[in-house]
T-cell receptor, first 111, second 112 residues
Framework: GNSVTQMEGPVTLSEEAFLTINCTYTATGYPSLFWYVQYPGEGLQLLLKATKADDKGSNKGFEATYRKETTSFHLEKGSVQVSDSAVYFCAPATNDYKLSFGAGTTVTVRA | DGGITQSPKYLFRKEGQNVTLSCEQNLNHDAMYWYRQDPGQGLRLIYYSQIVNDFQKGDIAEGYSVSREKKESFPLTVTSAQKNPTAFYLC???????????FGPGTRLLVL
């Protein structure tokens, strides 16, 4: 089945800093790829997704590009805010519509 | 108000007791999922249902049971056979032929 390796956290940044969270995966074929975000005490929210190679997903200033050659889907944001403090999960989809989740990366942004 | 409702927000279980977590949706989605989240870990799939009256085991189904009698509802029972039930439980739904899953707010289960 699919597996996901995410950059280990926690990651602590100052406001307006650049954020990168690495994600690589193993999968059969070319799965759709997702980033979800979880704020403290809440469920997961879809942040962005990409469905085929070279697609770029983007939302709320976050971006990630589907890299087939390196089986990666790294998340980036150019200037983080305190409100971006959360846990971020990378998840490829399987061919039967299930998701495989990484361990999550905790991001803390300080004012 | 559309969406996914999970109740209760917090649930306490005594030793040897079965408890049931509720998940209700009004999104008209066909598929529903139950995940378990432990501190510092990703989500693990417990059970899922692609259609009413049908469900399949996920990766960690032992000690859990589900039913899918209505499209809107997918309750999860944590049985006494689940020896380490303390966790955050998340329900998700998915529309047919779409891959995106949408999550409820979660239920935190604690053992007394």
């Amino acid at each position: 089945g699919n597996s996901v390796t995410q950059m280990e956290g926690p990651v602590t940044l100052s406001e307006e800093a650049f954020l990168t969270i690495n994600c690589t995966y193993t999968a059969t074929g070319y799965p759709s790829l997702f980033w979800y975000v979880q704020y403290p005490g809440e469920g997961l929210q879809l942040l962005l997704k990409a469905t085929k190679a070279d697609d770029k997903g983007s939302n709320k200033g976050f971006e990630a590009t589907y890299r087939k050659e390196t089986t990666s889907f790294h998340l980036e944001k150019g200037s983080v805010q305190v409100s971006d403090s959360a846990v971020y999960f990378c998840a490829p989809a399987t061919n039967d519509y299930k998701l495989s989740f990484g361990a999550g990366t905790t991001v803390t942004v300080r004012a | 108000d559309g969406g996914i409702t999970q109740s209760p927000k917090y649930l306490f279980r005594k030793e040897g007791q079965n408890v049931t977590l509720s998940c209700e949706q009004n999104l008209n989605h066909d598929a529903m999922y139950w995940y378990r989240q432990d501190p510092g870990q990703g989500l693990r799939l417990i059970y899922y249902s692609q259609i009413v009256n049908d469900f399949q085991k996920g990766d960690i189904a032992e000690g859990y049971s589900v039913s899918r009698e209505k499209k809107e509802s997918f309750p999860l029972t944590v049985t006494s056979a689940q020896k380490n039930p303390t966790a955050f439980y998340l329900c998700a739904t998915r529309d047919r032929a779409q891959e995106t899953q949408y999550f409820g707010p979660g239920t935190r289960l604690l053992v007394l």
